[in-house]
């Protein structure tokens, strides 16, 4: 196992609502990036937190938005969530190293 | 065009059988290059780093061409265990993401 965890696995919301995912990264990594991963895609990268700033972001809105805290743990915040936003989205984390290492995802339904 | 283009599959090969996937990739830029693996419904796992000196790990060898910009994953000796869908994937310093394929499915069977 990585060591990264996810949290919650599944979550069912309806259209409009916001929606917090967290990430508990792997001991030692100081860096989270987080994925979208929709059916029958590859994961498409959202945006990396390093030692808490932004460092990175992928071609989505600012409605998708993100915390990384001192213990280096990170959260998604996904706002006014649409159909489209069903997917698993995956957490992963690194030491800055182009290696990542992935947590189990939450797997999101907005109805 | 994608930036990293992988025949989705799926490839149906019989237990033992040698099968290579190959990745193309569009951003000359691209710094490192990465198989994962990912079983139905789980997160994607790193299978192997891929150099252009190529490097193998026991029945798996990667392979990368910088001036073709194409990367290869030869399977030996194909196991059950090996379905799963391959992740080729692109890391480029610029915006410090992992770029990924749409993957390939590979069935093993008896």
């Known amino acids: 196992e990585t060591g990264v965890t996810q949290s919650p696995t599944h979550l069912i919301k309806t259209r409009g609502q916001q929606v917090t995912l967290r990430c508990s990264s792997q001991s030692g990594h100081n860096t989270v990036s987080w994925y979208q991963q929709a059916l029958g895609q590859g994961p498409q990268f959202i945006f990396q937190?390093?030692?808490?700033?932004?460092?990175g972001r992928g071609n989505f809105p600012p409605r998708f938005s993100g915390l990384q805290f001192p213990n280096y743990s990170s959260e998604l915040n996904v706002n006014a969530l649409e159909l489209d936003d069903s997917a698993l989205y995956l957490c992963a984390s690194s030491t800055g190293t182009p290696e990542a290492f992935f947590g189990q995802g939450t797997r999101l339904t907005v109805v | 065009r994608k930036e990293v283009e992988q025949d989705p599959g799926p490839f149906n090969v019989p237990e033992g059988a040698t099968v290579a996937f190959n990745c193309t990739y569009s951003n000359s830029a691209s710094q490192s290059f990465f198989w994962y693996r990912q079983d139905c419904r789980k997160e994607p796992k790193l299978l192997m780093s891929?150099?252009?000196s190529g490097n193998e790990d026991g029945r798996f060898t990667a392979q990368l061409n910088r001036a073709s910009q194409y990367i290869s994953l030869l399977i030996r000796d194909s196991k059950l265990s090996d379905s799963a869908t391959y992740l080729c994937v692109v890391f480029t310093g610029g915006g410090n993401k992992l770029t990924f394929g749409t993957g390939t499915q590979l069935k093993v069977e008896l």
């Open positions: 891929v150099y252009s």
């Open positions: 937190y390093y030692r808490e700033e932004e460092n």
